[in-house]
């Protein structure tokens, strides 16, 4: 099997996920060759297919919960892939558009939240070259919800400290 391509990029993925301590690495035969990153993409897309595939359906179905739940499932597998922190990133920009359009009032420090680990998601994606672009333009929009967030988050708290003199004066009686 050595030399056959994909036998290899496999025997490296699994290697690397083998913790070593100092002896065992001296004492190892043949390590195999470490992958290159493209090569470490391409075996991540094909061992997530199922929870890709998964989480792209539950998109197209517009259940962003859904699909923020295969990928963070197959972020628990293996969170290198590229591709599926640029999807995680889209899965939460779309579901807080969603949260927005019903009107209903938001956990404020939740999507805080949530928008920071789609700014990280992001940062991680945008590593593979051939995602760049479209990690800045769903950047800028994550940007652009942070800061209407932290408005939002400093209004409440403005509006808290305003009424709290009048709720002490209130809870005297």
């Not at 002896?23 to 001296?26: G, I, P």
């Not at 897309?45 to 989480?55: D, H, R, T, Y």
């Not at 333009?137 to 800061?147: D, E, F, K, P, T």
């Given at each position: ?5 994909q ?6 993925y699994?290697?690397s996920l083998?913790p070593?301590?100092f002896?065992?690495?001296?004492l190892?035969?043949n390590p195999?060759?470490?992958?290159d990153?493209l090569?470490?993409q391409r075996?991540l ?11 792209i359906?539950?998109l197209?179905?517009?259940?962003n919960l859904?699909?923020i739940?295969f ?6 597998i293996?969170?290198r ?5 640029y999807l995680?990133?889209v ?5 807080f ?8 009032p938001?956990d404020?420090?939740?999507?805080v939240?949530m928008?920071?680990?789609a700014?990280?998601?992001l940062?991680?994606a945008?590593?593979?070259?051939g995602?760049?672009?479209q990690?800045r ?11 209407e ?8 708290h403005?509006?808290a400290?305003e ?6 004066l209130f809870?005297?009686?």
């Open positions: 099997m050595a030399g056959n391509e036998f290899e990029a496999i025997s490296s699994a290697d083998v070593r301590g002896l065992s690495s001296v190892r035969k195999p060759l470490p992958s990153e090569t470490l075996l897309l094909w061992l997530l297919a199922e929870e890709i595939a998964g989480g359906k539950a197209n179905d517009k259940d859904r699909a739940q990928f963070e499932a197959s972020d628990r293996d969170g892939c590229y591709l599926i922190s995680q990133a899965a939460i920009v779309k579901e558009e969603k949260q927005l359009a019903t009107q209903n938001l404020l420090d939740e999507w939240r928008m920071h680990k700014g990280v998601f940062q991680s945008a590593q593979y070259s995602m760049r672009d990690c333009a769903l950047a800028a929009i994550v940007q652009q919800y942070n800061a967030l932290a408005n939002a988050t400093q209004a409440q403005r509006r400290a009424a709290k003199p009048i709720n002490d809870s005297e009686f």
